[in-house]
């Protein structure tokens, strides 16, 4: 069996330097997952913004709708078919790099999660806070970004972090449009051996190590913060 093991994994991962499209995948996938959660987070926070001005003033209400429907079709929809639309509709008849394809699709779609989650945020600030900005003069934009976001944002770290753990297996299904990320390596090596078992196996692995490594340092930062909040 050992033996077996052994041929298995030559034959997979040294034979032809086959160990290459998993170093080479896996870097595609954390380009793709820290541009894609950049892009989420401007995204949400413009949206959250505007949705929460509207709600506090009534103003923006076109934009207020406008976001709206971009939250109801990209949380309504699954992200591989986001994906695919963009890459082989939208720029269908243009030359793009894969990846900013794939950057664009991924942050679009956590960008409605994103916004969703600092709404929740806001909301979670006490009515107190606004009014208290206002009595010192400042407007409800001022009050917003000084008072209002910096709480809010400590508020949803944690939850931001799990979202870009999501993300990051998201981005598995880049595939679709031949990007060569880490799964799409896996499945190259098992095209070329016909061996599926290690490869696959080796995929999950690392995305279980990478899910792990981040869920460690989303606990750190809690534990930092709610040592914060204890001074």
């Known amino acids: ?47 959250a913004m505007i949705r929460g001005a509207y709600q506090g003033t009534g103003k923006y209400r076109l934009a207020n709708s406008i976001c709206s429907l971009y939250l109801t079709i990209i949380r309504g929809t699954p992200v591989v078919v986001q994906l695919m639309i963009i890459y082989f509709v ?20 956590s960008g409605a999660y ?14 107190g806070q606004y009014e208290a900005g206002r009595s010192l003069g400042f407007s409800y934009k001022q009050t917003m970004l000084t008072v209002i976001m910096p709480q809010a944002i ?18 598995s299904v880049a595939g679709y449009i031949a990007l060569e990320d880490l799964t799409k390596g896996g499945d190259i ?26 869920e460690q340092g989303v606990k750190l930062i809690e534990r930092r913060l709610h040592k914060y909040d204890k001074r």
Request: zero cysteines; hydrophobic letters at 60%; charged letters at 15%.
């Open 154 to 171: 400590k508020n949803v770290v944690p939850t931001l972090l799990n979202e870009f753990i999501a993300l990051l297996k998201e981005t």
């Open 189 to 214: 090596i098992r095209s070329r051996t016909y061996s599926a078992f290690m490869p696959l196996i080796a995929v999950a692995l690392i995305y279980l190590l990478l899910v792990l490594l981040m």
């Open 1 to 47: 069996m050992f033996e077996n093991l052994q041929s298995q994994f030559i034959l997979n991962f040294v034979d032809d330097d086959r160990w290459r499209y998993l170093v080479n995948g896996l870097l595609v996938t954390l380009k793709i997952t820290f541009f894609a959660a950049l892009l989420g987070l401007l995204i949400g926070f413009i949206i």
């Open 90 to 109: 939208i720029f269908g008849s243009v030359r793009i790099d894969k990846s900013l394809v794939a950057i664009l699709a991924f942050g679009i779609n």
């Open 114 to 127: 994103q916004a969703e989650i600092f709404r929740s945020g806001i909301q979670a600030i006490p009515r």
